[in-house]
């Protein structure tokens, strides 16, 4: 690296440290917390601080999935930024948010026909919430309120999205809107009571939820929130029919089912949604974030259905309004970018992505052989490898292991960055991804939870 990089660098990681508050930091390092200052991307690569270049394992935050330094994306948001750089959604519209908004359309299922867009997930999840709640006033139905999420979900940072959120982490010193949400059991087959098959498994989990809505009065629950596969719960796929079930439960009780596909949308599970192509499953409201602009622009939002509109338009209060909005709604700059983006993944990437997927998985299981893998689970281009102390009974390992962070550790001296969780790590390349690259990625999987299992045993804090 030149002489002038690495001054820069350092006077940046300096400014970091100084300066930056950085996404959950902890209460004695916040504002003195430098993290690898990233110099660079180009495809599925980064290239940290020390000029080491790495393969992107989590696509950023599950997001870049066209990869990085994409010339069309770069000159979509140029272009748009010489042509019109904002308006004020207030009171005008743009000719990118009409256009995208129409092809999300023809992508959504059912008659999700409507969007409105955000600034990223948490903001979309929020309107999303704000709707329901304002759909359910305006026709007189001022006591349905209630939220129904899951155990390891994850929907956001904003105080209402992180409510809904059934984290991993410890939520101790967080305040969080408790009366409005009802939280129900992960369902996560892995997980699943000892001698339980998946079946009965999900029969329990909604037999779970008739009985809340039992006990809570179907008037009194608003809608049901959940990922089609939970991206940082862990990449858990749900058993089989069993947000099929939920969905037909929704409707039984006129609980809107709002499926968050801020990580499953826009070619992560080889569909622009996931909901319908893959589950089965058509919600009333879609989020969507991340992959819709390849993280190039902070965009996200919710298709809602055309039920609800004419349900609105047709009832006794004509003048109600939908008093939200965000300064940054249907940015131009973001929605040209989405919409070159989607004809990037339209035009190869998603068809690219889906002849390499079954590779992936033959790679990605291959790793189940190692001591210290209970599982590697996952769909599409979304993979979680789950560590155990004991494959047999699949007891966690201790998580002061910090487990995750070894394995990430070691992953990174040898070219790969990965997103650690605890006992888990989680991967979701960009799309472009080759095979031949799938196959480093995966030597490098072996190799870095090799050395982890070495260091656990030399440090006698496992024995698997
Ligand atoms: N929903 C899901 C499923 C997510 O994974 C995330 C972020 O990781 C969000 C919502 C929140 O999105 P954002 O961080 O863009 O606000």
Known sequence: MDADLQTRLDDANDASR??????????????DEARSIIQSGDGIYIRNDQGERLIDGPAGMWCTNVGHRNQ????????QAMKLSYNSPWYTSNEPAALLARRIADHAPGDLEHVFFTTGGSTAMDSAIRFVQFYNNVRGRGGKKKILAREGGYHGSTYLSA????????????????????KLACPDPFRRPAGLSVDA?????IDELRQTIDREGAENIAAFVGEPVMASGGVIVPPPGYLKRIRDI?????????????????GRLGHMFASEAVFDVTPDIITFAKGVTSGYFPLGGM????????????SNHPDAMFAHGLTYSSHPIGCAVALRNMDLLEGGIMDHAADVTPYFWEKM????ALDLVGEVRGLGLMACIECVADKSNKNPIRLDTEVGNRIDAHCQELGLLLRPLVNMCVMSPPLVI????????????????????????AEGIWQG
């Not at 069309?72 to 272009?79: F, H, I, K, V």
């Not at 929704?250 to 949308?265: A, F, K, M, P, Q």
């Not at 298709?303 to 047709?314: C, E, F, I, P, Y």
């Open 434 to 457: 080759t095979r031949d690259q799938i196959t480093t990625m995966a030597d490098i999987l072996h190799e870095g939870i090799l050395r982890t299992q070495n260091d656990l045993r």
């Open 18 to 31: 100084k300066h930056l508050i950085q996404p959950w930091p902890v209460a004695d390092s916040i504002g």
């Open 303 to 314: 298709v809602v259905s055309a039920k609800l509109m004419r349900d609105l338009q047709g």
């Open 201 to 205: 498994f999900a029969d329990r989990l």
């Open 72 to 79: 069309a994306l770069a000159d979509a948001m140029r272009d």
């Open 365 to 368: 299981k291959a790793l189940e």
């Open 163 to 182: 409510s809904l959120n059934g984290g991993l982490r410890v939520k101790n010193w967080m305040d969080f809107e408790t009366d409005l949400i009802i």
């Open 250 to 266: 929704c409707t039984e009780n006129e609980i809107l089912y709002i499926s968050d596909e801020v990580v499953t949308g826009f």
